[in-house]
């Protein structure tokens, strides 16, 4: 197989390119520009929100952050609006009940440094979680829960990467 001389040049364009951009990625949670993000991310308090789903968030945040433990500094505050709605979108025709569910949670939040009063970061972050639906009351409330803790670690997922990824462009 020969290669014409147009197909090296364009390979060879292909590897200067590669090479050249191979030095704009940097990995997240690397200390290559001389932040440390983990320790960033664990100077950050989780102000706790309302209701249970709130709870559920917070802890999960708190421990997404800093591994469940005391930060050992407040250099950042993290607060968080959430907002539940439940649907239920398949109706049991013979005993008129709901037979699934859907919860869906969005969050509103952002990140203030402590010594500025600058946003770090905010936005929205959003799931939804389904869950079935029985003739049996506990089951549901249990189901329910579960849905909204699923969501709920979903959703720190989430809002840790995007917060690694602002302190990551800021540092």
Same mark, same amino acid.
């Given at each position: 197989?020969? /290669?014409? *001389?147009?197909?090296?040049?364009?390979?060879?364009?292909?590897?200067?390119?590669?090479?050249?951009?191979? @030095?704009?990625?940097?990995?997240?949670?690397?200390?290559?520009? @001389?932040?440390?993000?983990? *320790?960033?991310?664990?100077?950050?308090?989780?102000?706790?929100?309302?209701?249970?789903?709130?709870?559920?968030?917070?802890?999960?945040?708190?421990?997404?952050?800093?591994?469940?433990?005391?930060?050992? @500094?407040?250099?950042?505050?993290?607060?968080?609006?959430?907002?539940?709605?439940?649907?239920?979108? /398949?109706? =049991?025709?013979?005993?008129?009940?709901?037979?699934?569910?859907?919860?869906?949670?969005?969050?509103?939040?952002? /990140?203030?440094?402590?010594?500025?009063?600058?946003?770090?970061?905010?936005?929205?972050?959003?799931?939804?979680?389904?869950?079935? *639906?029985?003739?049996?009351?506990?089951?549901?409330?249990?189901? !329910?829960? =579960?849905?909204?803790?699923? @969501?709920?670690?979903?959703?720190?997922?989430?809002?840790?990467?995007?917060?690694? !990824?602002?302190?990551?462009?800021?540092?």
């Amino acid at each position: 197989m020969s /290669l014409s *001389r147009a197909s090296i040049s364009r390979w060879a364009s292909i590897a200067f390119a590669a090479v050249g951009l191979s @030095g704009c990625f940097q990995p997240l949670y690397g200390s290559s520009s @001389g932040t440390d993000i983990g *320790r960033e991310m664990a100077a950050i308090t989780v102000t706790p929100a309302p209701d249970r789903a709130g709870y559920y968030l917070s802890k999960e945040l708190t421990f997404a952050l800093n591994g469940g433990g005391e930060s050992p @500094g407040q250099k950042y505050r993290l607060t968080v609006n959430v907002h539940e709605r439940v649907t239920t979108p /398949l109706i =049991d025709t013979v005993s008129g009940r709901a037979s699934a569910a859907i919860l869906a949670i969005d969050v509103d939040y952002k /990140l203030v440094s402590t010594i500025n009063s600058d946003v770090v970061a905010s936005g929205t972050a959003f799931t939804t979680e389904s869950y079935d *639906r029985s003739s049996q009351r506990f089951a549901n409330i249990r189901a !329910a829960r =579960d849905a909204e803790i699923r @969501g709920a670690k979903v959703i720190s997922d989430q809002i840790r990467t995007r917060i690694a !990824a602002a302190l990551k462009t800021r540092g």
